[in-house]
């Protein structure tokens, strides 16, 4: 944030900022999408829903599950919410009690340390690195796991590294944390935005895991502020009492356009998006890899690269400052995600198109140089 604000001081005052820190899509709402907003305005949809969403939009989210994944899912397990941000908050609610512990991965997702802290419980940051994809795998469980554990949180593909954890990892994560007496959060918001390996998702292994989602990366959708998340059966009533009380609803505007966000004509528009995104990051991945960035395990989704700058620098935050003030190119400093190996390692974001990417590399070789 205080580089982005820097990057935003440093544009006010005329220079050419090239932007490689922002991790939203460059591309604007799918035009069916808007215009069903645009509609469901003009036909006065300005009231609540009901706390858990429209019951078409819930049952849209179920049938989605069955045309990509092949999977059976009730509407009543699918909750909208506020982005997949109101979505964790939820679960967690739902899940963990003041005292409580959690286990997260470092690096990982700033937000969720929070998330935790704010509900008086602690975390347990589990370091990943390439051996395991910079994913958590059920080996972890077994060493990190404590008395007070209630419950592990992963992302996949993840924010920063964009690794995706494998289907057979993923199906010993889910049988070790049962086994400890616990709850897996999987967070797929990222889902859709998967280059190099077939999309998948936990719920094709178990009925038993809060699978987080959202409208806002892969349908580009992070401004209407729409996610939802899937729950075991037994847990719905509670999270309906909580979503009552923390948000009533979320946004009636923008769950009327998500209906739009399933069709043909929208999937056509995002799947297209996607091959861009391919693009980029088979422009970056090498290009960076001469640059001496170490980026050791493919980054299959997302739209991140996160990357070993130890070869350059030892300290990364210093380094993307100064990255930024000498050649305008913003950079996220691994310190945002955690801290294990953070002052070695940067992510890349390509949410911004080749050319730009290009005029960004040029810089970093220059300034490396
Ligand atoms: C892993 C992950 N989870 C959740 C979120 C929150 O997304 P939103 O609330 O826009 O759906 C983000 C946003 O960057 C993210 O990277």
Redo the contacts with the bound molecule.
Sequence with gaps: MDLLARAREMEAAGRSVLHLEV??PDFPTPQPIIDAGILALRQLKTHYTPALGLAELRQSIADHYRHKFGIEISPKRVIVT???????QLALSVLVDSGDNVLLTDP??P??RNMVKLLGADCTVVPVSAETHFQMYAAHIDQYWNENSVAAMV?SP??PTGTVIGQQELRGLIEAVSAAGGHLIV?E??QGLVYSESDTTALSLSDDVFV??????YFGM?GW???WMVVPEAYVDAIDRVAQNLFLAASTLAQYAALAAFEQETIEILQRRVAKFRERRDYLLPVLREMAFEIPVEPSG?FYIYADCSAITQDSFAWTRSLLEDEAVALTPGIDFGEHRASTHVRFAYTRPVDELERACCRIARYIK
């Design positions: 991790g939203e506020p982005g997949a941000s109101g979505a964790l990982g997702y937000c969720n992302a993840s924010n967070d918001i990222y987080i989602n959202s409208f806002s990366k992070t502020r729409l996610g997302a």
